[in-house]
């Protein structure tokens, strides 16, 4: 993220009655392919700021910088090309007050010279009564501009004293094989985080799973959740991306206005949700969009890896495939049937004194009904997908299949529904099958990152 200032040419400004920043947009309207350089020495002059060179860039993925849009109440999350449209252009995965009316221009920098488009506001739908939502802004690329380094964005409403703050141009060159990544997992949004059991549980059934990539969205955590972070980070398994949109809006903590008051919906994580697949789209070959208390898992098979093929010959390669939710309320102990059994109380010595749920003594499912239907999740093919959202896609080139409940379902450990009753909950032994291997290695993360003493999971 790059910074320009206007702070002087106020002479000059007398004499032409016009404004820095508006002589400077009428250059760009007369002479598209203005040199960089001449524009660099421009602004050096006048202001002191020298314009930093192409190539000068921190690289996006460890950091979200929002920027914001001069004189509008728009924020920018990150800027991508996009090459599915039948023309070039770059998307700039935005927050928006909904009510606002912007005229964008787009700024690029291409091969060392400035060119301008206008930019266009997409809107996305699910925003969920909140004043602002998520959009895409837009930017067609003009003639000669193939692959822009940077972006910003202005707007009709900026004056001369508002900085102009630039992106790099992510996902410059489109790519339908050869990922460094199988299967990526989003997770949006951890906020106020303690549940580091179920988190570790949750990493390390991924694993088993065929998952070799995780992206978190982090507003904060507690320390203990922030070493196993840091844990995972160094083992190359989790990306964390910290977010922190409540410095610009106020977030909600909740879903739907009437709940909780806030600009919107639910500190950010359609947003995020959507950068995360514009980000991972040319690095995993999939991408799995749901929460840190919810796995899904395969009943027909084992692993991602031998289910993936399984929906593809049934439903097609494009397709985003839906997972119903069964809920396992965390807040309820029950013995197994007869016939089962679960892993014995000693399996897991030094657990009791790690915060959060143990997932594999909660393994009664309420019955299914169609209302949790409503809150399935997704497993999509990134380069098919246009927008999502927190249940389900948007936009994308195919369309979504229902994944058969024999096949595989998402597996969701949370509090339970008040109006269901004990005697109405059925048991599934399906996450148990795993525990052979998922005991030894929870213990193992216990003893490497220092949480537990190296005896007490012995």
Not at 14 to 33: A, D, K, Q, V
Not at 116 to 143: E, Q, R, W
Not at 151 to 160: H, K, L, R
Request: charged share 15%.
């Amino acid at each position: 993220m790059f910074v320009m200032g206007h702070n002087r040419l106020q002479k000059f400004r007398r004499w032409m009655f016009i404004t820095p920043f508006t002589l400077l947009l009428l250059l760009w309207t007369y002479r598209p392919s203005m040199n960089f350089q001449f524009y660099n020495q421009y602004y050096q002059a006048a202001t002191g700021i020298a314009v930093p060179p192409p190539g000068q860039i921190v690289p996006q993925g460890e950091n979200v910088s929002f920027v914001t849009v001069p004189g509008t109440k728009t924020l920018l999350v990150a800027a991508y090309q996009e090459h599915r449209n039948g023309k070039k252009e770059v998307r700039l995965i935005s927050v928006v007050l909904r009510k606002e009316t912007v005229a964008y221009c787009c700024l690029l920098l291409c091969q060392g010279k400035l060119r301008t488009t206008k930019g266009v506001c997409k809107i996305h739908s699910n925003h969920f009564g909140f004043a602002y939502g998520t959009a895409d802004i837009m930017c067609p690329l003009p003639p000669g501009c193939e692959t822009p380094s940077l972006i910003a964005v202005t707007s009709a409403a900026s004056n001369s004293e508002d900085p102009i703050e630039f992106l790099k141009v992510n996902n410059q060159k489109a790519q339908s094989d050869s990922f460094p990544y199988n299967f990526t997992v989003c997770f949006s949004t951890m906020y106020d985080f303690t549940n580091v059991l179920q988190l570790v549980q949750s990493l390390e059934m991924l694993q088993l799973l065929g998952v070799n990539r995780v992206v978190i969205y982090k507003t904060n955590s507690n320390p203990e959740t922030q070493s196993i972070l840091d844990y995972y980070t160094h083992k190359g398994l989790v990306e964390v991306i910290p977010w922190s949109l409540s410095r610009f809006l106020t977030v909600s903590r909740f879903w739907l206005p009437k709940h909780g008051p806030g600009d919107l919906h639910y500190f950010g994580q359609v947003p995020a949700l959507n950068d995360c697949i514009y980000r991972y789209m040319y690095r995993s070959r999939y991408l799995l969009l749901h929460d840190t208390d919810e796995l899904i898992l395969p009943h027909s098979v084992n692993s991602l890896t031998e289910l993936l093929p399984l929906l593809e010959k049934k439903h097609g390669t494009d397709k985003c495939y839906m997972f119903e939710n069964d809920r396992f309320p965390n807040d309820v102990m029950l013995p197994p049937p007869s016939s089962q059994t679960l892993p014995p109380q000693g399996c897991c010595p030094g657990w009791q004194n790690v915060s959060g749920v143990n997932i594999l003594a909660h393994v009664y499912r309420e019955p299914f009904s169609l209302a949790t239907r409503g809150t399935f999740k997704v497993i999509v093919n990134p380069r098919a997908v246009f927008s999502v959202s927190v249940h389900g896609v948007l936009s994308s080139r195919s369309g979504c299949s229902w994944v058969a409940r024999n096949i595989a379902r998402m597996w969701h450990t949370r509090s339970g529904t008040k109006t269901v009753k004990q005697e109405q909950l059925i048991y599934d032994g399906r996450l148990l099958s795993y525990s052979a291997r998922l005991i030894p290695n929870v213990n193992t993360v216990f003893r490497e990152s220092g949480l537990l003493p190296e005896d007490s999971t012995q």
